[in-house]
Nanobody, 119 residues
Framework: QVELTESGGGLVQPGESLRLSCVSS????????MAWYRQTTGNERELVAS???????NYADSVKGRFTIARDSVRNTVYLQMNNLKSEDTAVYYC?????????????WGQGTQVTVSS
């Protein structure tokens, strides 16, 4: 059974930085893609950043220039470096692993880690 575990969330002030980590266990194959999403109460989960095995990356417009996603594809881990944090970045951040294995698609989620940006 594949499990994703996030860490690194916390309470910071505006302008500060955090680095989120997501480690996986239980997978015997390399994920096609890994991503970070975030969600606030009453809103849909939104994509923050993603990276494929070919290192193609995608960022939400709101985080471009401030956040950086990095993967260790061999270990199926993913990181999110978040700089110059703003109050609107406050959310629960979720790690995601996705792709196709043979005829089957997969989409795994972690439990989430809270990021709060407040003065």
């Amino acid at each position: 059974q594949v499990e994703l575990t996030e860490s690194g969330g916390g309470l910071v002030q505006p302008g500060e930085s955090l680095r989120l980590s997501c480690v996986s266990s239980g997978s015997r194959f390399r994920f096609d893609g890994m991503a970070w999403y975030r969600q606030t109460t009453g809103n849909e989960r939104e994509l923050v950043a993603s990276q494929t095995n070919s290192r193609s990356t995608n960022y939400a417009d709101s985080v471009k220039g401030r956040f950086t996603i990095a993967r260790d594809s061999v270990r199926n881990t993913v990181y999110l470096q978040m700089n110059n944090l703003k109050s609107e970045d406050t959310a629960v951040y979720y790690c995601n692993a996705n792709g196709r294995l043979g005829p089957h698609t997969y989409n795994y989620w972690g439990q989430g880690t809270q990021v709060t940006v407040s003065s």
